[in-house]
């Protein structure tokens, strides 16, 4: 049994409700939106303000679109990134990362933290890495890997890609429980390369090295 109210008949627009218990609005036939056990808004916009330009919109199928003010703001992509200030994923320094922010301003490409308490803890960005093969693994990590990467890159002409510097923390021996070793390395790139070349690192032990990686006066560069 459907049963039928119409609110206006001049544009056709229809509650029509069946006995799967969902209710659907339709306009000249075409069904808008559909209430029952989910919320089925079919691909429309649902406008959250007064002025209709503040809006979640799906019309791309497997994309969440959040406009504010009548522009997109924030894109959920059919992989599961989030894009802010963008709607079409970029490759940075040899990734698309999870999240993504762009903007053509300072303001609108940056990431601000600040933390407010009566001591002296500050806010903090932390990387971690683990052997593991699923969230929240503990699989101790080995001598070589790398536990965070900071990188900068920048357009060259033809895309972001190519990174010019990064900062990497390596594992520099072997870890056990509450002991993780670790170096830092500082690689540039030279002109007319694409690919970063260590500069310097700070072993585990404190020693400073300048254009060399082995520890020792009988290889070249500088030690400290």
Sequence with gaps: MTCKLNADTSDGLKFVSDTSGTVDIQSNGTTKFSVGSTIDCQGN??????????????????????????????????????????????????????????????????????????????????????????????????NGDELGVIVFAGADGTDSRTQGAVIIAAVDGTPGSNDLPTMLKFNTTADGASDTTERMRISQGGEVQFAKTDSGFSTAGHEI
């Design 45 to 142: 916009e649902l406008v959250l303000d007064a002025d209709a330009d503040t809006s979640i919109h799906a019309s791309t199928d497997d994309k969440i679109d959040f406009k504010i003010g009548g522009t997109d703001q924030i894109q959920f992509d059919d992989n599961g990134r989030i894009l802010q200030g963008h709607t079409q994923s970029a490759n940075i320094g040899g990734a698309e990362c999870r999240l993504q922010i762009q903007g053509t301003t300072t303001e609108k490409s940056s990431i601000s933290l600040k933390n407010n308490s009566n001591d002296s803890t500050p806010p903090t960005i932390r990387f971690a890495k683990s052997r593991g093969t699923s969230v929240n693994s503990e699989t101790v990590v080995q």
